[in-house]
Each structure stands twice: as C-alpha cells, then as structure tokens.
C-alpha cells in the first residue's frame, strides 16, 4: 500500500513475482499491550534491549513455509529476496541471516537490529557465503534512528555481510520515491531477467 502511494503504482517486473505477506493483527508491548499488525513483539523501541525472541521465531516460521511453497513450485531459492520496510525489514534479516543464508538477498528499509542480536550470534557460527544486504535509511528517523540503522549495517558487514547502507537526508520513518527507484535497481542487479532461451 504505501509503496503505491509513494511510486502512484505497485513495484512491479515482468520476470518476477512479488509476495506482500501481512503482518498479523498481535498485543503489542509498546503500545500498552493493545492490538497492532506488527511481525514480533518489543520490549520497547530501542536497540539496547532483549529481542523479543519467542514472537520473532513464530513468524520466521510463517515465512519459511511462504518460501517453501515457492520453492515447491519451481523457483531457486537463489533466485528469492526477502525484505521489508522497518519491522518487516528487520524480519527478513532474521529470516534470512538466521534460516535462510541461501537466498539471493535482503533489503532493509528504515530498520534496525538489538545490539545482542540473534542474527549476530547466528552469523559468527557461519562460514558460506551470505546474502547481500541492502539497507536504506531516513536521516530524519525519529522513530528508528538513522544511528541504529548504521550500527546494525557495520555489525553485519563485521561479520562477513557484503552490505550497502544508503541515507536519505531529510527522510523521516517513511518511505520515499529516490529510495524505491535505488531498491528497484538493486533488485533488478539481484534478479536480472533470463535471457530469452526458452521459447
């Protein structure tokens, strides 16, 4: 939805499909425990503080049976990219560095790790090649400041991510329509169309 509202149009190619799984409607901590379409549950909105662990490992759970039922269907796990735009962002990290070091890449739009990360730890036991990260972030973040966007891109590169952190002067926690034009190319460097072979 919002990426509609900020391109007039949805992100779209001819040669790939696009997934846009929903957040499901949970409690959340930071808002008194009320309802929220949030991935996983906080302690609080800061990045010095415990993950929330239980919740983030029951949605990585749901997304890995998304990306294997596309994998039943045909499509190389080297041809997937996970990502997502702050939470959602921060799950496909999860996600990927922590279950999935097999796809083709991540993007990270306005997100931020814990400091004591479950995807660090995942990540010093690791010796393969990881997928590729792409990270945009807002300079005028007020919610998930533009500082714990870049700690998190240093702590991954550290640990063996080929990682690019791009910042968006003036842009608040929202998307805007330069940081989607540079998402769009990097998606389309990840995925390039096959070449016509096939008839």
């Not at 309802?35 to 010095?48: A, C, E, N």
């Not at 007020?142 to 700690?151: C, I, K, Q, R, Y």
Request: charged fraction near 25%; proline fraction near 5%.
């Amino acid at each position: 939805r919002r990426i509609k509202e900020v391109l007039n149009q949805d992100l779209t190619f001819q040669h790939i499909k696009i997934i846009y799984p929903t957040a499901p409607l949970r409690p959340y901590t930071p808002m008194k425990g009320g309802l929220s379409s949030v991935w996983f549950d906080r302690f609080k909105i800061s990045s010095d503080c415990p993950e929330h662990l239980e919740s983030i490992d029951i949605m990585c759970q749901v997304l890995t049976d998304l990306i294997d039922d596309e994998v039943k269907s045909g499509i190389k796990k080297n041809r997937i990219l996970v990502g997502g735009f702050s939470m959602g962002g921060c799950m496909a990290m999860h996600l990927a560095y922590r279950n999935h070091q097999d796809v083709a890449g991540v993007f990270a739009l306005s997100s931020f790790l814990n400091k004591a990360s479950a995807v660090y730890q995942a990540l010093q036991k690791s010796d393969g090649v990881l997928p590729e990260l792409f990270q945009c972030h807002g300079t005028a973040d007020e919610l998930v400041l533009h500082s714990w966007g870049e700690e998190t891109n240093s702590m991954l590169k550290s640990l063996g991510v080929s990682a690019k952190f791009h910042s968006f002067p003036d842009v608040y926690h929202e998307l805007s329509k330069t940081e989607l034009e540079k998402l769009k190319s990097w998606i389309l460097t990840k995925l390039p169309g096959e070449p016509e072979r096939q008839s």
